[in-house]
């Protein structure tokens, strides 16, 4: 079953100490010290429990909803959240701390509100009541419910809808930037594909000029880097169909924003939406097609560096795998946990397509190339597609259910049918695109029939 994208607690938040734009210090705080001082500078320790707790569940999803939707970061700042009530929640540096609040706080800072059906941290906008009003949470309009008897998720679902509900205990851990640290482009698999594609098909139902890409799959194709290309234009980012830094935090920017996700009307995130094709870390003892993957990529850089070994290409991600993997990370200075975290598959990726752009032309000799470095799907072109095409069109003289298939260097939909073919042949996941656990297979049949022509 595939993974879901669900919020995590962050252990610290940055708070800039000032309005937005202005030139004021940010501090760096535990995220329940945060809500500590929130808690004390917003409310009064003298209230009933039940409105205290109902307050410290609406300052820690307010705090939760501008990290999780990077509502500053994504527009350019280099904090999550402000200390003015203008603008967010007060923050007092360095004040006193109330004590019956913080041993509220210590319960429950890594609990938080939803709505129900969505998985996103509920924008649980709110005013004193007093001086100010707003359609949120009154702060002093909580103490008379708490007094009538009401329980915190009464008195929040008095003001935020009877359809609101609280997550407890959500897992508490560093937070990093969602950039994945490079470009994605066209032929890179992975989440952050998928979470492209996914903020774009939302996107384009507010700008229908952006196409809408068919499969959210976590493969970036060519109807992603047409998508991505049109978003650009529209938004007057560099048009290149990748995605760096700025365009993805454009994206998250209007993703957010069609969205609501920062409003009280907001329009959530379905636990569909939020799913993720792809394990965000391998280790030991997992196995499938992503632990084939990483062993490919692992021996075809082992085979010709002699200072790593050779890991088995069975899918299983046992001892021998993870000490290729370690001895890669010691050669490539990254910490060697024997786990696959993002910094390391980045890596490997480099390491792969340097290592294939380093051979020399005609390395192969008869035999197939290595794969590529890059997916190859329906709408791509090239010499790689040729090879594909070629490889294809020899096994379908030995496998008539493989369609006969033109070399032309185009993927169409032919090739993209021959591929899906091959793929049931021979049990692997059927997309229709080739990566490198396909393209191993197709290059091995393709070899094996060369050799005994």
Not at 133 to 152: F, I, K, R
Not at 237 to 259: F, H, N
Not at 266 to 275: F, K, L, N, P, R
Not at 306 to 328: C, D, H, K, M
């Amino acid at each position: 079953m595939p993974e879901v994208d669900f919020p995590v607690i962050p252990e610290s938040i940055v708070v800039h100490l000032g309005a937005p734009d202005s030139n004021a210090r940010n501090v760096t705080v535990s995220f329940s010290d945060y809500i500590k001082n929130v808690a004390s500078s917003e409310i009064y320790p003298t209230w009933p429990e039940n409105a205290i707790r109902a307050n410290v569940y609406a300052i820690i999803s307010y705090a939760l909803n501008r990290v999780y939707t990077e509502y500053y970061r994504s527009r350019g700042y280099n904090f999550d959240i402000t200390n003015t009530t203008r603008y967010d929640q007060a923050f007092v540096e360095n004040r006193e701390i109330y004590e019956n609040v913080s041993d509220i706080v210590d319960e429950i800072f890594n609990n938080y509100v939803v709505r129900q059906g969505s998985v996103a941290p509920y924008f649980t906008q709110f005013c004193n009541g007093t001086t100010s009003t707003c359609n949120g949470l009154s702060q002093w309009g909580t103490v008379s419910l708490a007094e009538s008897g009401l329980d915190p998720l009464q008195i929040l679902r008095n003001y935020y809808g009877e359809d609101i509900d609280i997550v407890t205990n959500a897992p508490v851990q560093n937070i990093e930037e969602s950039y994945p640290g490079v470009p994605v482009r066209i032929g890179d698999t992975g989440n952050s594909v998928k979470t492209i594609q996914t903020e774009l098909n939302r996107i384009s139902r507010n700008y229908p000029a952006i196409p809408k890409i068919a499969e959210e799959n976590g493969i970036f194709g060519v109807d992603t880097q047409n998508a991505v290309r049109e978003f650009q234009r529209i938004f007057n980012l560099s048009v290149t169909g990748e995605v760096d830094k700025s365009t993805w935090y454009r994206i998250k920017q209007y993703y957010a924003g069609v969205k609501s996700l920062s409003d009280l009307v907001s329009e959530g995130i379905t636990i569909e939406e939020a799913q993720l094709p792809f394990t965000r870390q391998l280790s030991e003892g997992m196995q499938g097609p992503q632990i084939q993957i990483l062993q490919y990529y692992l021996n075809v850089i082992a085979y010709f560096n002699p200072n790593l070994n050779l890991s088995p290409l069975n899918g299983i991600y046992g001892p021998q795998t993870t000490t290729a993997v370690r001895e890669f990370q010691a050669l490539n200075g990254l910490p060697q946990t024997g786990i696959v975290n993002n910094a390391t598959w980045i890596r490997l990726r480099d390491v792969y397509s340097q290592t294939v752009a380093s051979l020399p032309e005609g390395y192969s000799g008869d035999r197939a190339k290595l794969y590529p470095g890059y997916f190859l799907t329906e709408g791509t072109s090239g010499q790689d597609v040729r090879d594909l095409q070629t490889y294809l069109s020899l096994i379908g003289r030995y496998y008539p259910e493989i369609p006969e298939l033109p070399v032309t260097g185009y993927f169409g939909s032919q090739t993209a049918d021959a591929v899906r073919t091959f793929q049931s042949l021979f049990g692997l996941p059927v997309n229709g695109a080739v990566g490198p656990v396909t393209w191993y297979n197709i290059a091995n049949q393709y070899d094996f029939l060369i050799e005994t022509q």
